[in-house]
């Protein structure tokens, strides 16, 4: 298989060079960018050089020569509400084009709106912005500690939570270790932080003993390590264990907001004290959100020590902007409707019993998953209980050939991982075209 895998992705890498020449002139003539792009990871690519974007509408992008791509990386996330949906780009163009300004440091009704619906969808009465999903985290474990006067913050292994130095640790053979490829750590992350497997109860209660967590940011659902989902009970017992222990519970929901308009917090009847989310809510724009029970948001509040309207170390000029709380507005209100969710939802079904009729139909060690609108397969069967286990099952090499071959024949997967995201633009057709030629991948590979 080895040989034939690579023989494989040779051929994708040079019919991706070929049809691509726009994107590679334009990637050599970037020298001034930092690896040759405006941000790092979009180095990220299985052939030499990425995809330039032309224009984007819905579910579709246009590369820069000329391709239309059947779209199921949605910005890994950041886009879940669909490209440049009209009620937001009309809300978008009258808060800037006609009535102007787009931050002011001054409160908009809009942002009021945002936060009575995000308090509706996820049962938190308290909501205060950020322009990332990072930032809401960041300054979420600010105000953890703060009320609880503890230290450390506790995360599962191989989580990911944007990049909150907090958070880069992860379990190994002889105790906690740095995440591989942590990049100018500014402390060692073991004295900040306690990590444990997904899953494992046993070890959550071990580590929260102490009673030095302040607080355990974790996603209901893992999704950036593949989906992890959680064993029956399991966040029952994460919840009982935190309280018992003084520990505040974040969920943070910027991926799992695909399981329902209120995430997994609302689909599953979680009862966090704070949960964050941030990239789709927006239809694309910067924006974070972090909200808090009452009876926190009152703790905080009643704290003269703690400086929360100057410099205190949580908030940012363009946090909350006019701009961002206007576009968050509408893709609420008027595109991630519960009726876009229902539809999308359906889609990832049909998405994800196709690549299972895949995997049975060639007897492939694959496992399939499926949280709300998202779907990713992974090469291992029965499949990971927790991130570590996800992360060993990685194979670089088969990732790439599958990404390069539907990226070759129009449809886009996130250069992360396999995850396949659906919008509310899109179609069955277009999850019928990504089955088609994922099945004719994977026909090349057990031929």
Not at 23 to 49: C, I, N, Q
Not at 209 to 228: F, H, K, R, S
Not at 234 to 260: F, K, P, Q
């Amino acid at each position: 298989m080895s040989d034939l895998l690579s023989e494989l992705l040779a051929k994708e890498r040079a019919a991706y060079a070929a049809r691509n020449p726009r994107s590679r002139a334009a990637h050599e003539r970037a020298d001034h960018l930092l690896g040759r792009v405006p941000m790092t990871w979009m180095a990220k690519s299985a052939a030499e050089f990425p995809l330039y974007l032309d224009r984007a509408s819905g579910a579709r992008v246009w590369d820069a020569d000329g391709h239309e791509l059947a779209d199921f990386c949605l910005g890994d996330t950041g886009a879940m509400a669909g490209h440049s949906p009209p009620a937001t780009v009309e809300a978008v163009s009258r808060r800037y084009a006609q009535l102007g300004g787009a931050t002011t440091m001054m409160p908009t009704e809009d942002a009021a709106a945002v936060a009575e619906e995000l308090s509706r969808r996820f049962g938190l009465s308290r909501w205060s912005f950020a322009l990332t999903a990072t930032d809401a985290n960041r300054w979420a474990l600010r105000l953890a500690r703060a009320v609880t006067e503890r230290p450390r913050v506790l995360v599962m292994s191989f989580s990911y939570h944007g990049s909150v130095d907090e958070s880069f640790i992860v379990t190994g053979p002889d105790g906690p270790v740095s995440r591989p490829g942590n990049v100018g750590a500014p402390y060692d992350v073991t004295r900040t932080s306690r990590v444990v497997e997904f899953n494992d109860v046993e070890a959550l209660e071990r580590e929260l003993a102490p009673c030095d967590v302040a607080a355990v940011l974790m996603e209901p659902a893992m999704t950036n390590m593949g989906i992890v989902l959680p064993e029956p009970g399991y966040l029952a017992a994460v919840r009982e264990l935190t309280r018992r222990a003084g520990t505040l519970l974040i969920n943070d929901e910027t991926h799992t907001v695909s399981a329902g308009p209120g995430g997994c917090t609302r689909a599953w009847g979680l009862r966090p004290d704070v949960v964050t989310v941030g990239k789709a809510i927006a239809g694309g724009l910067p924006i974070g959100a972090y909200g808090l029970t009452g009876e926190l948001a009152e703790r905080l509040l009643g704290r003269g020590d703690l400086d929360l309207v100057d410099t205190g170390g949580v908030g940012g000029t363009l946090a909350g902007n006019a701009l961002s709380m206007a576009a968050a507005r509408a893709t609420l209100g008027e595109v991630l409707t519960e009726g876009a969710y229902d539809r999308m939802i359906a889609l990832s079904a049909r998405y994800t019993e196709g690549v299972q009729r895949l995997i049975d139909t060639h007897g492939l060690p694959w496992v399939v998953t499926q949280l709300g609108a998202r779907s990713e397969y992974r090469f291992m069967t029965p499949g990971p209980r927790n991130g570590t286990e996800s992360y060993l099952s990685t194979d670089a090499e088969l990732e790439d050939y599958l990404h390069l071959y539907l990226l070759n024949r129009g449809v886009m997967l996130t250069p992360f991982h396999n995850m396949a995201l659906m919008c509310p633009d899109t179609t069955g057709a277009d999850v019928d075209l990504h089955l088609e030629i994922l099945g004719a991948a994977v026909a090349g590979l057990t031929a």
